[in-house]
């Protein structure tokens, strides 16, 4: 089995910045592909970035030039830097775990709360 834990969330001012952590426990993480996603209050859970088992990323067209996803195998942690972030950016983050297609997610996190203020 496989579990995730994000931490890394807060208030943070528009402009600012602020980096997420997801910690991976379970077997074979580099196997995995990872990504993150936000949810709005109210609103659609909605794909941010994601990094897969070959390391190649990608990311939603909002947040390309922003925000940027890593991982490092060594210590079962994906990363999501977030720089000059906006109020629209507020959501709840979610990790999520996928195998064996890079797309297709078996496990997700509990989520962290991220708000951005004007």
């Known amino acids: 089995q496989v579990q995730l834990v994000e931490s890394g969330g807060g208030l943070v001012q528009a402009g600012g910045s602020l980096g997420l952590s997801c910690a991976f426990s379970?077997?074979?993480?580099?196997?995995?592909?990872m990504g993150w996603f936000r949810q709005a209050s109210g609103k659609e859970c909605d794909y941010v970035a994601s990094?897969?088992?070959?390391?190649?990323?990608d990311y939603t067209d909002s947040v390309k030039v922003r925000f940027t996803i890593s991982r490092d195998n060594a210590k079962n942690t994906v990363y999501l830097q977030m720089n000059s972030l906006k109020p629209e950016d507020t959501a709840v983050y979610y990790c999520?775990?996928?195998?064996?297609?890079?797309?297709?997610?078996?496990?997700w996190g509990q989520g962290t709360q991220v708000t951005v203020s004007s």
């Open positions: 999520a775990a996928g195998y064996p297609r890079p797309d297709q997610y078996s496990y």
């Open positions: 379970g077997r074979s993480f580099s196997s995995y592909s």
């Open positions: 990094v897969t088992w070959a390391s190649t990323t």
